[in-house]
């Protein structure tokens, strides 16, 4: 009955995507052979990692048969091959990426089944590494923890830092990030900035991961950690959060809901007409926008004063002379002036008898490190079909079926209704609820996030576990009698999210 029921589903789908999502349903407890999909759809953030990459190699486990890994090499890329790659199809590699399948035991593609989710630094050694001129070039660098003040950990030497090992940084059993405060005259903290830290290491963080380290630090945060949604012992308040040009024309720029907090445009980003575009479409549906590291009067994203809430004024940036009328400018445009990279009490005083009434930088609070445990990694071809599918207005109920076969995904599913829909989380009877509870371009966010943050070798033995056991539920239901599908979808589901929290 449940093949059935997906086999109805999958009517839906485009012909050229129905064979692989219906070979994603093969029970994952036999051990017959799987046809080899070739040419799979891997993921649009290829592009968004690092334009300045030389190569970039990858391998995608299947997530079916073990025995299959399934391997594409990027070509070199450049600005207009970014650009169409940004533009075009929201998953996919370009044409000229080939699928390579390989049949290698599992014990021999254990070691080298390289994580999607870290893109170039999989296989350090292929990347070029662009080494700054000056280090004022890198504090204007899309860094997504631009936050960081002085020499703080995260903002890199003149030097390229070494980056850590793929197999170490995607092997550990937590997750890091960090979070910056923001307090007010009083001291009260209202809202945090959210910055990416490495995993394994506390080494510097390269300039050029833009949305990799965005991506990766929200996910961190926000699913694995359940910074606002596990009960925090202190309130987060609002979030701000980093976000490069090629992030925040990409639909990964959804889940920062206004609900959730700010998306800081960095200063890296030339407002465009596409850019003013786009943040006039997010902000015409209640998206809430910063200013970050503003430095002078002249700053081109003025342009976009009218959409954006606050000013967050990099203080020791500013030229002598030039703070106050940057403050008048700010207040006579109706913006709240957030002092960032404060770093004596002094300073706060000074601000505080300009108007200035939110503070950030080390005067404050140096930023905190969290760990958090890792969910499971996600199958990367049930997550990328998931992703193209939802992208192109596919059917919740059709999408839930896809979903089903990966625990780790269901896992994530979960979280995000009780992030972005949780008034739903108790009245939801099944997956397909579950998903069509979710804004539907948030949800295509998340899949895209997770595509560069969710695809990693972690809690495999957890989810095999699971899936046996769901697997022996579904024989229990179906040896119960005769059922309705619907009923013993609900059933089936209730086990299914009582057991996915055991993760």
Not at 2 to 30: G, V
Request: aromatic fraction near 4%; charge should be neutral.
């Amino acid at each position: 009955m449940w093949k059935e029921e997906f086999s109805r589903s999958a009517r839906q789908l485009p012909s050229s995507l129905a064979s692989a999502a219906a070979n994603t349903h093969n029970d994952t407890n036999t051990n017959a052979s799987t046809d080899i999909v070739t040419d799979i759809d891997c993921t649009p953030v290829m592009p968004l990692l690092q334009p300045h990459a030389a190569s970039i190699s990858l391998a995608v486990s299947v997530s079916v048969n073990p025995s299959i890994c399934v391997s594409a090499t990027h070509a070199p890329l450049h600005a207009n091959t970014v650009d169409r790659a940004v533009s075009t199809s929201p998953l996919g590699l370009p044409p000229s990426c080939r699928s390579q399948v390989s049949t290698s035991p599992p014990s021999e593609r254990r070691g080298r089944a390289a994580l999607l989710a870290y893109g170039a630094v999989a296989h350090p050694r292929s990347v070029a590494r662009p080494v700054p001129s000056a280090a004022a070039d890198l504090r204007r660098a899309p860094v997504a923890n631009a936050a960081d003040t002085g020499a703080a950990a995260g903002v890199c030497s003149r030097s390229a830092p070494a980056i850590p090992a793929a197999d170490r940084e995607h092997a550990t059993a937590h997750l890091r990030f960090a979070l910056q405060p923001i307090v007010d005259v009083s001291g009260r903290r209202v809202g945090h900035e959210l910055l990416f830290r490495w995993n394994s290491s506390d080494q510097p963080v390269m300039p050029t991961l833009g949305a990799y380290a965005t991506a990766s630090a929200l996910c961190h945060a926000l699913i694995d950690g359940q910074l606002l949604t596990g009960g925090s012992e202190e309130p987060v308040g609002t979030l701000y959060v980093n976000m490069d040009e090629r992030f925040l024309l990409s639909p990964m720029a959804e889940v920062m809901t206004p609900d959730l907090g700010v998306i800081e445009i960095l200063e890296t980003i030339v407002p465009t007409a596409e850019v003013q575009r786009r943040v006039q479409d997010l902000h015409r549906r209640g998206y809430r926008f910063s200013l970050d590291d503003v430095e002078t009067t002249e700053d081109p994203r003025w342009v976009l004063a009218e959409y954006v809430e606050s000013v967050k004024i990099d203080v020791q940036a500013v030229r002598p002379g030039a703070l106050v009328p940057l403050i008048s400018m700010a207040r006579a445009a109706g913006l709240t002036v957030v002092a960032e990279k404060v770093e004596t009490p002094e300073v706060i005083a000074e601000l505080s008898a300009l108007g200035v009434r939110l503070f950030q930088g080390y005067a404050v609070q140096r930023p905190m490190v969290r760990s958090v445990p890792a969910l499971p990694g996600c199958h990367s071809r049930t997550l990328g079909l998931m992703q193209q599918l939802a992208a192109q207005g596919m059917a919740a109920e059709a999408l839930s079926v896809i979903a089903e076969s990966d625990p780790a995904l269901v896992a994530r599913l979960l979280r995000l209704q009780a992030l972005h829909a949780p008034h739903q989380a108790l009245l939801s009877r099944d997956l397909a609820q579950v998903i069509d509870s979710l804004p539907r371009p948030v949800l295509t966010g998340w899949l895209t996030q997770w595509l560069i943050a969710a695809q990693h070798v972690r809690g495999q033995e957890a989810v095999a576990r699971l899936s046996r056991e769901l697997a022996a539920d579904r024989a229990q239901l179906l040896a119960a009698g005769p059922t309705e599908a619907a009923e013993r979808r609900e059933q089936l589901f209730s086990r299914y999210r009582y057991r996915v929290q055991t993760f």
